[in-house]
Nanobody, 120 residues
């Protein structure tokens, strides 16, 4: 059983930055960040493999967001820079047993989400 707890969300002005954290209990492998804006489907943001050797990003966040992990602390991070109003959403971290997973259905465990609001 894996439990995931996100933190670090909040209100920020456009152009600002936030760092999200996802603390995990239990064994985790590929980790991903997803987001869901009001009235929209949950979408992939970024993923990182077990030892951080491979990362993947949605086109909409490439060059602005960075995913990383600290396997000693069993924590995954999402550094978000140059935030835009369209980044406003609830952000979720998730764990998948599949290498490099990027689809919602490939993820088994989910956190409760942390809200990010970017004002213009």
């Amino acid at each position: 059983q894996v439990q995931l707890v996100e933190s670090g969300g909040g209100l920020v002005q456009a152009g600002g930055a936030l760092r999200l954290s996802c603390a995990a209990s239990g064994r985790i492998s590929t980790m991903g960040w997803f987001r869901q804006a009001p009235g929209k489907e949950r979408e992939f943001v970024a993923a990182i493999t077990s030892f951080g050797g491979s990362t993947d990003y949605a086109d909409s966040v490439k060059g602005r967001f960075t995913i990383s992990r600290d396997n000693v602390k069993n924590t995954v991070y999402l550094q978000m820079n140059s935030l835009k109003p369209e980044d406003t959403a609830v952000y979720y971290c998730a764990s998948s047993p599949r290498f490099g997973a990027t689809m919602v259905a490939q993820y088994t465990y989910w956190g409760q989400g942390t809200e990010v609001t970017v004002s213009s």
